[in-house]
Structures are given as C-alpha cells and as structure tokens.
C-alpha cells in the first residue's frame, strides 16, 4: 500500500511540474531547442527562419515559436521606439527605409509578426515580389502555428502564445474586430463583434508565460 502510494505521489509529482499548455509540450521543445545535437537546435533553426530557408515545414514552426522563450532575445515585455519611426517610413512611402530597419529590428525580435508583415509588403512595394511572398509566409506560418496550438474555446484548449502582441495578429488574420477581453487564470478571454467571417464570438489565448516572464524580471 504504502509503495503504491509513494507512485502516485511520483505521477502527481511529474504532471505537477509539466510544461505542457495545451497542445504546446514545452518540455518537448526545450530539450529539443537546446540541444546542440538536435536537428532542432534553436540557434540553428532561427537562423533559417531568418534566411527564408524554403525547407523549414509548418511542424517546425512549433519550435520557431515556442522554443524562442529560452533565446537570450525573449522580451515580451520589450517596447522597441523603432517600430513607430518603421510605421512612418512605410506610411509615407519610403519603402527602401523601411526594409532596412525593418531587417534591424528583427535582428532583436525575429518573430515580431506585425514587423516580418511590414518587410513584406515594403517588397511588394519596391517590386520585389519573391522576397514579398517569402517574407508573408513566415509570418502566416507563425499565426497558424498559434491556431494550431488549440482550439481557443476554453481555458484548458486557449491558444497559446509568447509575446500578448500576437492576440492582435492572429485577430487581424481572422478578420476580428475586439469588442472587450478580461484577464481569467493565465488567459487572456477576448469577445469580438459580430457578425464577421468565421462567426467567432469569443477566444481563449493562454498568456502564461509572458506572464512568467514579467514576475521574474519584477523581482
């Protein structure tokens, strides 16, 4: 009795410390990401996504994205000025400007979807129509690997996401429009007006470890 007590304790024990948020298994993706032997090294894998390498599947976008909270670069607390001068270049046409700080500040922020969207239509603009497509790609994929991670319905299946920038992202893609949000547990709960495309009345997205991140660097 008392050994199968003291397994129970184990199992609890284990499932206690799981990273697992929804779908998203970030012990999985940590192991993966920080392993220098793995294919999915993550210095090695985001220096693909930062090159366009056609290569790169929707599957390992998963650790693209997640895996970017053990990169020395996570900050999503960070609000970078440069993204505000980026927004004039490109409103008033200086389209050459706008690729080159574009490509600056991605340097810090890789997975900054409204950025990386940005990039993308300067190229269109300048006729650069591969790179465009390429550069919108990315971003697609980084908005579907989010959609990907549950079903938003509740807070055990929310979407998962890193930097609470990125609820705007995959609401502009869904074509929603936000009516009110309240904080519950670790999600963010978002309404949105209706009617509108997918009939989408409400979303869960988990905020849990930008979150984390804010409480640790309080302290």
Known sequence: MKKIL????????????????????????????????????????????????STLKLDDYQYIYYGFIYDSRYNPSANNPLEDTLAKYYKTGFYDKSVVLAKQIL???????????????????????????KTSKKARKIIATIVQ?????????????????????????????????????????????????????SLFFNIEKPLLYKKEHEK
């Open 6 to 53: 003291c397994f129970a304790l184990i199992i609890i024990s284990l499932h206690s410390f799981s990273q697992k948020i929804s779908k998203i298994d970030f012990d999985l993706i940590k192991a993966q990401t920080t392993d220098i032997n793995s294919q999915l090294y993550y210095p090695k894998l985001i220096a693909k996504f930062q090159d366009n390498d």
């Open 149 to 201: 991670s549950g079903d938003g319905h509740t807070l055990e299946s929310a979407f998962v996401i890193i930097n609470q920038r990125d609820e705007y992202q995959v609401a502009n893609e869904l074509k929603l429009q936000r009516s009110d949000n309240m904080l519950t547990g670790n999600c963010n709960f978002v309404r949105y007006l209706s009617p509108n495309t997918f009939d989408i009345e």
């Open 107 to 133: 340097e810090s922020d890789p997975l900054n979807v409204e950025v990386i969207f940005t990039l993308s239509y300067s190229y269109k603009k300048l006729g650069q129509s591969d790179l465009a497509t």
